[in-house]
């Protein structure tokens, strides 16, 4: 029949030969999936295998008090990323001398000249894996290496090599790291706080402060998100600096949410009256944390703002004052106009009284 | 023109048509496998602790209750312990006739609250809105009858924090599935939505909320759909979202950035594909306005969801989303080859209208044809085989390819004897199962053509599933 099929008119050759490419095309697939999960399973023996081995090893070298390197089981080639996964995940899991007793470890296994090797392979998984793994050994060789990384198409493989290249050496790293953070877009804010974070205020509030001070208003906003790994001075001076002379409405509210020094009181007290909400609903807030008794009437003209977030901010701002009390807010209530303004202090003292 | 031409014709375009449906399925295989690669690799990454530490936004889930009295309590308990760093649970109880409210009261020891409840959307009136006192994180906002839709409204009105999860009363998640569906919004600050996968819960063990026990239905129906809801979300929806031309987010589990939907006028209350219907016009707006912005997908598991296992309420349930897909297609139809719509326009768009939209059309109208012209002698036994060989031999491809996705990623069902059952039922779907949702979606697409008043249907839930939720047959107010 597929005979006379095949020599009969084309659109049933064109059938024929789809179905058959599609029979064909599935019998590969599943002649592929088969033995997908016929490695998995190898795979979860051979894990479950370098479990029980390894794992009590690298408690050891954790909490233990030393290392033998003679006693150590060898570590197969098939056991290699088994052996880095878990080595990295405890590595950020702990501060310390357990970190130098961990390198001790992998440098006693040869993980070292292993991991450099594993730089060289094509496939990114494994480029991922050795970034990791040479950062948490703090390997200066692989400077130059994982500095030219930084500039990878892969995002995340850039941002491991900017995590590296700070656990190698934080002060030489952040001259480097901080033009990407402006010009990386694609690199999360949260991966970018956590690196600053692990290179410390003494490394990053100088560099990081000289880069916003130069930077165009867009890449200074960018930059601004990371002003809490500066030491505190650092940042508070930016923050007047950049308040004094910015006028531009995503700096004031980066620094607003993060100002806390009372020199900056009348500018709070100016931007109380902004024409964008969240600037007056931000600060609010900031008034709670730098302003003076007087103060709460600025507040109380707050509770009645067209913008519901703004009210709420400045009720809780209001009911948080040191000297504030429920009795006191049920008579700021009362004495109150505006119908939202009352609503508003009824949810907040209902809050408060919870 | 001739019987014969016309024939001849109409065979070119029902093979033309079989064969292009599967291409497009095949290209978005392939970009979905891709994809895939890539997110497994980073996911590798991110399984090392405090990568996202402490960073998480957050978020306001919204739990649209109607008539849950049986399962709410526990779906809540499970909900307010997620793993997460910040978030506030909202339930929008929408006119339960049953004792829905009272049970979250006697639970969660509510009392009535004062809150300065702002409209934003306009919804049916809000009665009360509820605290706990156990839990500060879980509000309960109380208000007249209005579909799912409206009570989103609601809960978005209510909720407090930039990013809002919509959760159906009845899904099943897991205890990180608020930490895993939130990355991308840390990755790319332009997201502004993104949905995850949906897995069936039929077969498996769930403990006080949360899945124990993964296996698959023994119901037969609720297997086909296993098949089914990989090849929906495995490709059907990962293949999209790398060229952010996503245009379905399931209601089951969805999140959204809050200030977005309601620029964009909230949802629907007029369809009953709202779901879809958001995501299609947050594509219009944003691009129209020229945004940047990311609607993305997490392929990983994260949200379980109970499928029907008799052929009624799955027959109700596929009419209605059929329904709800036209709607959506239609009420942004100017997003159909719009010059600055960019590949939603141009590849999603067309590719939903003309194969899922249609499909369910040309494909009954195809067999029919076939069968018709081989009774009556039009054309050969072969040619009519031939024709089956191709429509059935790529479907049998195209789910296989799902499943191979699922190898290749999660393999969720643990043993060797479950891949080779759902290898079984890849093909077996394909031998009238596919064909009768064919025509459940064509009745479908006649009733909205005839403006037919859809309705919710009764979902008739079995919940075997649950270790801990007697038996409901509630008439829930969300298609999974």
Known sequence: MLDSLASSEPIFRIALLSGQFALLATVLLLGYAFLLRASLTLRKHRHAAFLKIWRPVLAEAINGTGLDPASLPPLKRWNLEFFLHEWNVAHDSIRGTGEQRLNELARALGVDRRAWRMLDRHQIRHKLIATATLGHLGEARAWDRIAGLLDAGNSLLSLLAASALVQIDAKRALPLVIPHMTDREEWPPARVATILRRAGPDAVSEPLAAAILAATPEKANRLLRYLDTCHLAVADELTHRLLKYSDDDYIITALLRKLDDPRELPIVRRLIGHSRWHIRMLAAVALGRVGEPEDDAALINLLSDEAWWVRYRAAQTLANLPFMTVERLRSVQAAQADRYARDILDQVIAEETL | ?480
Request: hydrophobic share 45%.
């Open chain 2, 1 to 480: 023109m001739s019987m014969e031409q016309v024939i001849d014709v109409a065979q070119w375009v029902f093979l033309g048509y079989f064969v292009f449906l599967n291409l497009g399925y095949m290209a978005l295989n392939v970009i979905a496998m891709s994809s895939l690669r890539r997110y497994m690799e980073a996911r590798g990454v991110d399984s090392l602790p405090s990568v996202y530490a402490n960073f998480e936004l957050p978020t306001s889930i919204l739990v649209p209750a109607y008539n849950e009295e049986a399962t709410i309590a526990t779906s809540i308990r499970a909900m307010l312990q997620l793993k997460y760093p910040e978030f506030e649970v909202v339930v929008i109880n929408d006119g339960s006739s049953d004792r829905t409210l009272d049970r979250l009261i006697e639970e969660f020891d509510l009392i009535a609250f004062p809150e300065a409840y702002r409209i934003r959307l306009e919804t049916r009136p809000v009665g009360a809105v509820y605290r706990s006192r156990v839990h500060p994180n879980l509000r309960v906002i109380d208000k007249a009858n209005g579909g799912k839709a409206d009570a989103l409204n609601a809960g978005i009105n209510a909720a407090r924090f930039p990013l809002y999860c919509c959760v159906d009363a009845d899904s099943v998640l897991q205890p990180d599935s608020l930490q895993r569906i939130v990355q991308p919004f840390l990755d790319d600050p332009n997201t502004v939505a993104c949905g995850g996968t949906v897995r069936i819960a039929n077969g498996c063990r769930v403990s006080d909320g949360f899945m124990e026990k993964i296996a698959l239905p023994r119901n037969p129906l609720a297997l086909l759909q296993v098949v089914e809801y990989l090849r929906a979300f495995l490709f059907g929806r990962l293949g999209w979202s790398p060229i952010n031309a996503l245009l379905i987010i399931s209601g089951a589990f969805g999140l959204f950035r809050k200030e977005t939907v309601i620029s964009a006028g909230g949802y629907r209350t007029d369809t009953v594909g709202e779901d879809m219907e958001l995501v299609v016009r947050i594509h219009r707006l944003l691009r129209k306005e020229k945004r940047p912005y990311r609607i993305t997908f997490v392929p990983d598991p994260i949200c379980w969801t109970e499928v029907p296992e008799d052929l009624k309420t799955l027959k109700n349930q596929r009419q209605r989303w059929q329904r709800g897909l036209a709607e959506s297609l239609m009420m942004n139809f100017r997003m159909l080859f719009n010059p600055r719509g960019g590949w939603v326009s141009w590849f999603a768009f067309p590719f939903m209208f003309l194969f899922e939209f249609l499909g369910p059309l040309v494909e009954v109208s195809g067999y029919v044809f076939f069968i018709i012209a081989f009774l009556l002698g039009w054309i050969s036994m072969e040619a009519y085989l031939a024709f089956m060989f191709v429509a059935v031999g790529l479907g049998v491809l195209l789910s296989t390819s799902a499943l191979l996705l699922e190898e290749l990623s999660f393999h969720i069902y643990p043993r060797a004897r479950h891949m080779a059952a759902l290898f079984c039922t890849a093909i077996l779907e394909n031998f009238g199962y596919r064909q009768l949702n064919s025509v459940f979606r064509l009745v479908g697409l006649v009733r909205w053509t005839f403006r037919r008043k859809g309705r919710w249907g009764d979902m008739q839930r079995t919940a075997r599933w649950s270790a801990s939720a007697p038996d409901r047959s509630g008439s829930g107010i969300t298609p999974p």
